[in-house]
Antibody
Framework: QVQLVQSGAEVKKPGASVKVSCKVS????????MHWVRQAPGKGLEWMGG????????IYAQKFQGRVTMTEDTSTDIAYMELNSLRYEDTAVYYC?????????????WGQGTLVTVSS | EIVLTQSPATLSLSPGERATLSCRAS??????LAWYQHRPGQAPRLLIY???NRATGIPARFSGSGSGPDFTLTISSLEPEDFAVYYC?????FGGGTKVEIK
């Protein structure tokens, strides 16, 4: 059974960066396709990006291109999401989630979420 | 880019009643869809994948149907723990959500 445990809440100032981690257990990172989804207060779920197993590269939503970097440390099975140049509207709960590809693509396992608050 | 439109935005029902949630894709890119339940303060939980397959451990009162562009999530008899927000998803796109609240 896959378990994803994320790092704790963060408070950052506008313009700063935040790096959220997601520790995998039950499987290795190399066996999974890790993605990141966020939810701003009062809003719905928003996909940010993740590992595309078809071409072996990380893909990002256009909205976050140039501002987000997703990396993986396969020696420790920890995935990271770093978001730069933080804005007030980046205040959100950030989730890591594993993408499963069957007849369609869906997010099978989720981390517990990390609240990132951007405040001056 | 596809848009997934969920309706209604809010569904007010009593425990034991049947809930029917809809999700419509703006264009047909897939015959399949996933549904998630999201309770406050918790991670989203996969309920249905490939439009009609229940995920592991999901009770039989949850069922999914449809094949594009219209999909439906049905909860046959609402339990207290089912009052939550539900999202549909195709590829990287999520619908706006339907909140199922206690009437």
């Amino acid at each position: 059974q896959v378990q994803l445990v994320q790092s704790g809440a963060e408070v950052k100032k506008p313009g700063a960066s935040v790096k959220v981690s997601c520790k995998v257990s039950g499987y290795t990172l190399t066996e999974l396709s890790m993605h990141w989804v966020r939810q701003a207060p009062g809003k719905g779920l928003e996909w940010m990006g993740g590992f595309d197993p078809e071409d072996g590269e990380t893909i990002y939503a256009q909205k976050f291109q140039g501002r987000v970097t997703m990396t993986e440390d396969t020696s420790t099975d920890i995935a990271y999401m770093e978001l730069n140049s933080l804005r007030y509207e980046d205040t959100a709960v950030y989730y890591c989630a594993t993408l499963r590809i069957a007849a369609s693509e869906y997010f099978e396992h989720w981390g517990q979420g990390t609240l990132v608050t951007v405040s001056s | 880019e596809i848009v997934l439109t969920q309706s209604p935005a809010t569904l007010s029902l009593s425990p034991g009643e049947r809930a029917t949630l809809s999700c419509r894709a703006s264009q047909i890119i897939s015959s399949y869809l996933a549904w998630y339940q999201h309770r406050p303060g918790q991670a989203p939980r996969l309920l249905i994948y490939d439009a009609s397959n229940r995920a592991t451990g999901i009770p039989a009162r949850f069922s999914g149907s449809g094949s594009g562009p219209d999909f439906t999530l049905t909860i046959s008899s609402l339990e207290p723990e089912d009052f939550a927000v539900y999202y549909c998803q195709q590829r990287s796109i999520f619908g706006g959500g339907t909140k199922v609240e206690i009437k």
